[in-house]
Each structure stands twice: as structure tokens, then as C-alpha cells.
């Protein structure tokens, strides 16, 4: 079964969503899965060299209170999932648009779901900056691609079009908010989801085979 999971980078829920994605598919031994990532841009307005995060996030959240809240909601249900939120060390909101690039090399070179589970926990678990080639080069080199061609590649304009392409079509077809995920092409769930909820739509799109 296919599952294109519609996602973008700097979103947290997103990285939640993926690993109940993960603990629902794990119930499901019986089934080969086909995790696709599908690009999403939270904010397609950010520069390619980002921005400062304390000065980003004061524009968004101006008297501070929703944000603290948000974060302390967050972190609670990352940890449900093993993922440790380091907000203190998250420097710059990066431009997603050379990480989705990325992304989309890494399944040519059959490791996208490692090189995606790396690019979440680089940003949100070390503070990494993804909008940084230097950066990106070295997620590719760890998860077994060529650091070297991927850092060429991203100083191009490689794949930018695709991307950009993908991202207004997911727009168009309506998803609003991320993750969005679609399950063997025919049930579609948004947002971080527990397992129970993804399983039943695993279950349904199965059943429609």
C-alpha cells in the first residue's frame, strides 16, 4: 500500500504524525508499505538563507503566551513519541525548499524515509539549520548518498520547479493543514493522528483494494 505523506520540515506535528504513522504500521506486518514524501511549505516566503526563530516567532506570536503554550503541548506529545523538542536550540526558521529537494533525491536513491527521519530530528531535536547545504550534504552522506553530488546539485536549481509544483498541488487540492496523509490513493487523514485513526483508514483503503 502506498501512503504519501504531505508534510513540510519546521512543522512539529509533522514529525509527531510520522512516527504514529510508524507505531500504526508497525501493527500491520502483513502489508508492504510505500511511505512517499509529498512537499508542503508552511511559509513559502522565507528566504532561501531563513530567518532568526526568536524574531520570526515574536512577529507570529506577539505577546508570547500562545507560543510558550504551544510549545509545552508539543514537547508533552513528542515525548509520547521519543521525540526529545530542543526549542532553545533552534537558531533559524529555514527555508524548506532545498530539504524537500532533498528529499525527493533520497527516494531516487531508495533512502527517503531515513533521510526524512534525519531531517525532523536535525532541526528540531539539534537545532540544525536544514537550509544549510553544508548541513544537507552531510544528512545525505550519513544515510549512504554522496554528500558531494547532493551539495552540487542544491547549490543548482535542480528539482526547484518540481518542488515548487508539488507544493502549489497539494495547496490546490485543498490540504490546509500538515501532515496529510493518503492512503493507497483513496483515504486521506489530516493531522497528527494517533495510531488507532490511521489504522482504521490503513484498514479501509485496504479493504477498497
Not at 509529498?38 to 506577539?62: C, H, M, S, W
Request: negative net charge.
Amino acid at each position: 500500500m502506498q501512503i504519501d505523506v504531505i508534510a513540510d520540515f519546521i512543522c512539529p506535528w509533522c514529525f509527531i504524525g510520522r512516527r504514529r504513522l510508524a507505531r500504526a504500521i508497525a501493527s500491520r506486518p502483513n502489508i508492504a508499505f510505500d511511505v512517499k514524501h509529498r512537499p508542503y511549505r508552511l511559509d513559502p516566503t522565507l528566504p532561501r538563507e531563513g530567518v532568526d526563530r526568536k524574531a520570526y516567532l515574536a512577529a507570529r506570536f506577539p505577546d508570547g503566551k500562545g507560543l510558550v503554550e504551544a510549545h509545552r503541548i508539543i514537547r508533552l506529545e513528542g515525548e509520547k513519541e521519543d521525540i526529545a523538542f530542543a526549542w532553545e536550540a533552534i537558531e533559524r526558521t529555514p527555508s524548506t525548499i532545498d530539504a524537500h529537494r532533498l528529499a525527493r533525491w533520497a527516494e531516487v536513491w531508495g533512502v527517503q524515509d531515513d533521510v526524512v527521519e534525519r531531517l525532523f530530528a536535525a532541526y528540531f531535536e539539534n537545532g540544525d539549520d536544514i537550509g544549510d547545504i553544508r548541513v544537507l550534504a552531510d544528512i545525505a552522506d550519513i544515510a549512504g548518498m554522496d554528500g558531494a553530488e547532493i551539495a552540487n546539485l542544491l547549490e543548482s536549481d535542480a528539482d526547484i520547479a518540481n518542488v515548487e509544483r508539488e507544493d502549489k498541488l497539494a495547496h490546490e487540492m485543498g490540504v490546509s493543514g500538515v501532515p496529510a496523509m493518503i492512503f493507497g490513493g483513496r483515504i486521506a487523514v489530516t493531522g497528527a493522528r494517533e495510531p488507532d485513526i490511521l489504522l482504521t483508514a490503513i484498514d479501509k483503503a485496504a479493504e477498497e483494494v
